[in-house]
DNA sequence: GTTTTCAGGTTATCAGACAATCATACGAAC
DNA sequence: GTTCGTATGATTGTCTGATAACCTGAAAAC
């Protein structure tokens, strides 16, 4: 039954493998809404570890909405398993996945600026401000810094809570995979012409001006794109 | 559905409350990036429940991205603690975090409007047929779930991924919101002009247009807000 | 001064038990 | 015959104690 001698060990927590089992059957439908998961103690006899483990397994699945549990009925696949909306996956992010996600936060950063120009308060103009200087005066990591935090300022600025919850995960990964993939001596040489992009962007703002704030913005993305592609065709 | 008389006694569980603390104390600085937590055995002592529910509860705040445990030495706080993005929070849907998530969704639309155009590819266009077909024909929750389905199909023709997830959370919480929030009784009286609106959308991208597409998604984006807003305003 | 070894602490997993809760079946009351 | 209460078994929730794996830091050996 359970070749259980062959676990892999020194990788992944076995909670987390065991609920990711799962959550691939729930994917492919083996598991349809409504139906029933095993006992614990089966799962727990299937699996060949502990209740403790299955447990932890079964609270994580439960955790990201795919699962509900009942006292004294057991686990049952919720009707619409929205799987929690994650960026962070150990899922490396290669050229597609990151044209991919970049392809998400274009729009998402147009929008934001648009309603950032027209909803912004004086203390988001403040932030910007010290944050432009930030990157001006630093480089190398803490000009990254700055530059998520620019960006994270004018979300803030939109008024609206989600802008900041998803434009701050999308940039968030998109800024690391950069940091990561590239040896980042280049970020010296381009710091002036992101700084004139951000400058532009953040008068646009201050002089409420959406058309003005949306197209600098889209200026910006499209420079950031052809920097950043010019870069990953080496990592093809 | 039983009525509104279900008190609080719906009690969480002990984990999710203990997790709910530490990450309330994570957002507000009171645990900075970095910091350890307290031992398992401590926390179990303070609390006063044993180490199997500590030890869920620190699952959960991992599990969520908030923080890290390393084996022998303990729990840290990330350096960026970036809990997941979760709309289906059992926070309630009032008119202003409605509004905020609707106007996330445009520019999203919009955007996959405009890719799906460039990507599409047939069995997308028989798919949108097929869902217009099911929104002309069938009223009520059938109508809702077509036009769902017509959304997520614009959004898989991106054949970008990250617009299925996204959208598909978004709009899913959304048309929800409405469902659970209308009589619904007025459905039918738009359904013509939500198919008119559709079907520009489905012509638009099948000529492989992206602007004319955009435009359309533009306007049915439009339309539709107009057509809750104007509902929304009786339950403010 | 450098390397090795060891001890202590911490998380990861295991094993078994009891408590709380739920679904079902059965029997009593009407 | 129907309805209601109760017994009972199943299952999850929580507790307790123990062992294994792992890391850190300091003492010991060279």
């Given at each position: 039954m359970t070749g259980a001698l062959t676990q892999i060990s020194r990788t992944e927590h076995l909670p987390a493998r065991i609920a990711a089992q799962f959550a691939r059957q729930i994917q492919e439908g083996d598991l349809k809404p409504g139906d029933k998961l095993p006992t614990e103690n089966t799962m727990s006899k299937n699996f060949g570890v502990s209740r403790t483990v299955i447990r932890e397994a079964i609270a994580q699945l439960r955790n990201e909405g795919m699962i509900e549990t009942r006292q004294g009925v057991g686990a049952f696949v919720i009707?619409?398993?929205?799987?929690h909306i994650r960026l962070?996956?150990?899922?490396q992010m290669d050229t597609h996945g990151f044209r991919d996600l970049f392809q998400l936060r274009v729009p998402l950063e147009i929008e934001a600026a648009g309603l950032a120009a027209t909803y912004h308060r004086a203390e988001h103009l403040r932030q910007l401000d010290e944050a432009l200087q930030r990157m001006s005066v630093a480089g190398g990591d803490d000009g990254i810094v700055a530059d998520l935090d620019f960006h994270r300022i004018i979300a803030a600025a939109t008024g609206n809570d989600y802008f900041v919850q998803f434009l701050g995960a999308v940039s968030d990964r998109i800024l690391q995979t950069i940091v990561e993939s590239?040896?980042?001596?280049?970020l010296d040489e381009i710091v002036a012409i992101v700084n004139r992009e951000h400058t532009e962007l953040r008068d646009a703002i201050a002089a409420r001006d959406p058309v003005r704030a949306r197209a600098a913005m889209r200026a910006h993305m499209v420079g950031s794109a052809e920097r950043i592609a010019l870069r990953l065709e080496f990592y093809l």
């Open positions: 009707d619409r398993p929205t799987r962070d996956d150990r899922r590239r040896e980042r001596t280049r």
